[in-house]
């Protein structure tokens, strides 16, 4: 029993323990300073209400389906490179690497390369011909280059998840393809992709949870700004938690978020029922 | 699936070569930018070498210039002290890591090889955690760190991740099933306990996963930038990505100090770019087993 002992108080003290409280504090008035006043359903009422809110719940979206659609597409390109040409660990180590540093980091790089007047992005841009895109300041174009960083950091590490179900399905599938005189294309199509369609859902669901909280990119560059074009859901609970000291209001929020996420991982665990018929 | 040289499998390379560039670049761009002599980048955005190459900038970062020299070069004259930075990353990331993987490995042990009433239950309602998302407990363990008087304490931002992750007990489970069990009743027979079957047998025949998850825990934790931007907030206690983020809102802001910046950068990833370097192998082949099971 005393191999469980540690692990168990961690996971009571900073897990249940919290999961339980930030439950009862969406149903109070919460400012840090006096106790937690119980006021029923208002801080639900107010979030009905709150356009911030709507609009940051908005963006999440936009920031989640940019980012998914371009890097799911991107990582199984990727994959398949990787799958038919070599097996190099260093090309793999290479892809990975972005995801080994700091969000921060990779922030304050991109950050740098995309300046308006004196990022390199830009030079590139004007060499074909492109005049300066005013990435991080125009409110349109704020999200997209979000998303785009953090698929830079990201598409690796989903490829070499999307590499590892490629290694599972066995050769005899397409040799019997290439007997049959199926195209490289068609290949693709028919036989990797529904094969694969386990690890992409697994991949979609974990990309897609994560990408929901999407934090560090926005702190570090944009901060919500401009005119709320990337205050997403998460830096506007830590917004409203930490600038504002209302918490009973964010831990609503948190919990909106929180059944957001369960209903997709739920909708997955549908989809990985549906598996069973694929590789019979 | 062997062919031929072909014009597909030509392009293929190319489109491979491409996405390493890309991926590269930037890497790239911050060393070349960390050596350039601020003043005079703005000049010349599109230089592939250094411009006027220099380490002003990593002196300007790490506090050997001084404010003048600093304030000279675009710097903005703050005091920085990457020193103690780096330090307080150290001390957070390796106690974390050190307690994190004991606890639980032993946690894994107790799962794995332990037979206990209840012992399935448990495990199912600490994988169910997974599911929360971080920001939900963070808000009441930031209260809780409050109120136990531990903010900007190196205690404050190491306690919520020094017991357990739900991931590393699982991931370390799936390692401890598999050791073989006649091994285990061997070593009770000649009278071995649970502690010493523990360290003298499990670990021992575990290396290789612990230390796997171990640098993967350390980099995460390296890496982290929520949890101690709010507890972590001083000067004392402020670990290299919260510093980055203070440095970067202190910068100028009509010509930023972007080799500075880029210095900083450099100095914070630096060390898990060696660590990778160090583990390529060991960290890219755990990719696939980490996400998948």
Known sequence: ?280 | MRKQVSIGRTVAWVLLFILLIVTLFPFYWMLRTAFSDNTQLPGHPNSLLPVETTLGAFKRVLGLSSIEEAQAQGGSGAAVNFWLYLRNSLVVATITTVCQVFFSAMAAYAFARLRWPGRDKVFAVFLAALMVPPIFTTLPNFVLIKNLGLLNSFAGIILPGAFMTPFAIFFLRQFFLGINRELEEAAMIDGAGHRRIFFGMIIPLSAAPIATLAILTYINSWNDYFWPLLVGQQENVRVLTVALGVFRSQTPQGGPDWAGLMAATLIAALPMIILFLAFAKRITNSIGFSGIK
């Open chain 1, 1 to 280: 029993m005393i191999f469980i002992a540690p692990a168990t108080l961690g996971f009571v003290v900073f897990y249940i323990w919290p999961t339980l409280r930030g439950a009862y504090l969406s149903f109070t008035e919460y400012s840090l300073l006096s106790a937690p006043k119980f006021n029923g359903l208002a801080n639900y009422d107010r979030m009905i209400h709150d356009s911030f809110f709507w609009n940051a719940l908005g963006v999440t979206v936009e920031y989640v389906v940019i980012n998914i659609g371009l890097q799911t597409v991107l990582a199984v390109g990727i994959a398949m490179l990787m799958y038919r040409l070599t097996k190099s660990i260093t090309v793999r180590a290479i892809i990975l690497a972005p995801y080994l540093v700091a969000n921060v980091v990779v922030a304050l790089v991109w950050y740098w390369m995309l300046d308006v007047q004196v990022g390199v992005v830009n030079t590139f841009l004007g060499w074909v011909g492109i005049d300066p895109v005013a990435f991080f300041g125009d409110s349109h174009w704020a999200i997209p280059t979000v998303a785009g960083i953090n698929v830079w950091r990201h598409m690796g590490y989903t490829a070499l998840l999307v590499f590892a179900g490629l290694q599972t399905i066995p050769a005899y599938v397409y040799e019997a393809a290439e007997v049959d005189g199926s195209t490289e294309w068609k290949t693709f199509w028919r036989i990797t992709l529904p094969l694969l369609r386990p690890v992409l859902v697994m991949v979609l669901v974990v990309t897609m949870i994560g990408s929901f909280q999407i934090f560090d990119t926005v702190a570090v560059t944009t901060q919500g700004g401009p005119i709320n074009a990337t205050r997403v859901i998460y830096y506007y609970i830590y917004e409203r938690a930490f600038t504002r000291f209302d918490f009973g209001y964010a831990s609503a929020m948190a919990l909106v978020l929180f059944a957001i996420l369960a209903v997709v991982s739920l909708v997955q665990l549908r989809l990985l029922r549906a598996r069973e018929s694929d590789l019979a």
